[in-house]
């Protein structure tokens, strides 16, 4: 199946700082990803749709100020983190969306995720 | 806006058994439905993908039903085995593709 990679897979950080998370299809064009927040023994929450060469698209409650959502290119989007806090640690989990325009079936592919910790 | 809920939060069993997986969710126009499997501080993995126009998917031991109008999608695991101990998560898509999360089962198989 198609890949989707996140890098990187684990940062720590002192609060105040910024931290960006990519995200990459490796194998395909995706112009849509979303960008996911997972909380310990929680499901994912979706923060925000990101279309490539558009404003993303954020969920409500969620500070866009806070997360800046870049999706530069059909294989890029970043996720950074400004002035991270501890509240903001979490697992962040982004996904790809492949349409399928190669004869496979329209989907999500997840990237391993990145586990951000505050200090 | 959907509500997705998973039944039960979590399960217990030994190896070999046949296991079903609940998954409900409230708003019935959904795009398609995802089954994921996700183990503990990994990424999730795509076990079944069922559009909304079909009824069931299959993969392996792996059987995942959808009844869109009743707003239900089973996952059935045949002859389970320790390897498949993790999460499972079901997450219906809408029409704009973003999907809605269960809060998963969390499956132990004993050996």
């Known amino acids: 199946g198609a890949v989707v990679s996140q890098h990187p897979s684990r940062v720590i950080c002192k609060s105040g700082t910024s931290v960006k998370i990519e995200c990459r299809s490796l194998d395909f064009q995706a112009t849509t990803m979303f960008w996911y927040r997972q909380f310990p023994k929680k499901s994912l929450m979706l923060m925000a749709t990101s279309n490539e060469g558009s404003k993303a698209t954020y969920e409500q409650g969620v500070e866009k100020d806070k997360f800046l959502i870049n999706h530069a290119s059909l294989t890029l989007s970043t996720l950074t983190v400004t002035s991270a806090h501890p509240e903001d640690s979490s697992f962040y989990i982004c996904s790809a969306r492949d349409p399928g325009l190669a004869g496979g079936t329209d989907t999500q592919y997840f990237g391993p995720g990145t586990r951000l910790t505050v200090l | 806006k959907q509500e997705v809920t998973q039944i039960p939060a979590a399960l217990s069993v030994p190896e070999g058994e046949n296991l079903v997986l609940n998954c409900s969710f409230t708003?019935?126009?959904?795009?398609?439905l995802q089954w994921f499997r996700q183990d503990p501080g990994k990424g999730l993995t795509s076990l079944l993908l069922?559009?909304?126009?079909?009824r069931e998917q299959t993969s392996g031991r792996l059987n995942a039903s959808l009844d869109k109008s009743s707003g239900r999608s089973t996952l059935y695991i045949a002859a389970s085995q320790p390897g498949d101990s993790a999460t499972y998560l079901c997450?219906?898509?809408?029409?704009?593709?973003?999907?809605?999360f269960g809060s998963g089962t969390r499956l132990l198989v004993r050996p």
């Open positions: 069922i559009q909304s126009s079909q």
């Open positions: 997450a219906p898509a809408d029409s704009s593709y973003k999907l809605i």
């Open positions: 708003d019935s126009a959904i795009y398609n």
